[in-house]
Structures are given as C-alpha cells and as structure tokens.
C-alpha cells in the first residue's frame, strides 16, 4: 500500500511576505507625502488669506503707503504755483489762508497749501462723492482741518499734512482714522501749533481777512 498524499498548501515563508511588503512601503510613503504637499498647496492661500486677509483689509492695517516729502519752499507768493503732488503736501502758497471748515466747492491750492503750513490736516475727495460719504468724511475732519472736493486726485479721497500724503479707498476706508492719530496734530509742519482759526472762509482766498501777510 502507498503510503497517503500527506502534501497540502504551504503558506509562502514569513521572509517572503516581508519583502513583499517592504517593497510596498516606498509606494505607500510616496504617495502619503503627495497628498500631503497637495494638501499644503490647497491650504496654503487660505492660511495666508485668514493670516493676511484680502489687499484692502491688509491695507487697512497700516500706514505702509504714506508718501512724504521733502519740502523745504515756504515763500509767500500771489501767482499760481505747479505743484508736484495732487493735491499739494507743501510749498509756495498764498500769503493768506483758508478757514477751518467743510468747502463744497473746490478751493485754491495756492490757500490750502498755507493751512498746511500751519499744521492744518486737508482731506480732499472725488467731487462725485455721495452725500453719505461726505457726511461720513466730515465726521471725521479734526477742528484744525479743511475737506473740500478736488479734480484730478489718484483716489476716491486723499488726505494730506504738510509733507505727507495718503491716498485712500474711499470714506469708509478705515487708514484715514490711523492717519489722523500719526499725523492729525500737525507735528510735520513748520509752524507747528498754528491753525487754520482766522483764514478766510473764501474758497478762492479772495478775502484778505486776518490770515494777511502772516
């Protein structure tokens, strides 16, 4: 008699199933570290948009886009002057200045650039503004401030000091608060502790009243 058929399925040696794996693991990791690179690519703008916020938010944090000058003119003059800047930050002016106060119409440069002088802080605005956002921007003039509409300008509004310029978004664009708080007193300009008190409240400076020859 034969002895019996004792064979039977053998499972492959422990060693072999090792290898068979370890030669996955190179795979599994690639394709780990894949998904995790895409992930931080997909992640990444909203991080840096919840870190930075969008441009105009991150703008509005900081004074990073005042523009200064370098303004060393203060003559007196009664002719028209070309200013670099507009509106003008400094320079030759008029002998008399402007009245503290809201213009509804445009006022001479030659004028406002003496309330500078005085450390006068000149908020100027799209003269298709609403009524809303003059209100808005009147809210916010300082008593030793003129606001008046102006042609020309690179932005919705514009806020100047003597040797100091911001251009601003709009009346609700929230810099011009923090641009107030470093420059509002005046301390830029050459009369510091002046005001623009006693000026003449003609937009065109017409009216020599007490800001004469001063």
């Not at 002895?3 to 990791?29: H, I």
């Not at 895409?38 to 990444?44: D, E, I, T, V, Y």
């Not at 441009?55 to 200064?68: G, I, N, P």
């Not at 908020?123 to 809303?132: A, G, K, R, Y």
Request: net charge negative.
């Amino acid at each position: 008699m034969s002895d019996p058929d004792t064979s039977y399925d053998v499972p492959p040696p422990a060693t072999e199933v090792a290898t068979s794996r370890a030669s996955r693991l190179p795979l599994v990791l690639a394709g780990v570290s894949a998904a995790l690179v895409m992930g931080a690519a997909l992640a990444a703008p909203l991080v840096d948009r919840a870190v930075r916020g969008d441009e105009a938010e991150q703008r509005a944090m900081d004074l990073s886009e005042v523009e200064t000058f370098v303004i060393d003119d203060r003559a007196h003059t009664s002719g028209e002057v070309t200013y670099p800047q507009t509106p003008p930050a400094g320079g030759a002016h008029a002998p008399i200045w402007l009245a503290c106060g809201v213009y509804d119409e445009p006022v001479r440069d030659e004028n406002a650039v003496h309330d500078l002088e005085h450390g006068t802080v000149w908020i100027t605005h799209d003269p298709e503004l609403s009524q809303s956002d003059l209100d808005a921007l009147a809210d916010q003039l300082p008593d030793n401030g003129i606001m008046s509409p102006h042609e020309d300008l690179p932005s919705p509004v514009v806020v100047t000091v003597w040797e100091a310029q911001l251009a601003l978004d709009g009346a609700d664009d929230e810099r011009l608060g923090l641009f107030l708080e470093e420059y509002g007193d005046g301390h830029t300009a050459p009369e510091f502790g002046a005001s623009c008190q006693g000026g003449t409240p003609d937009p065109q400076g017409a009216l020599p009243g007490q800001g004469a020859n001063a």
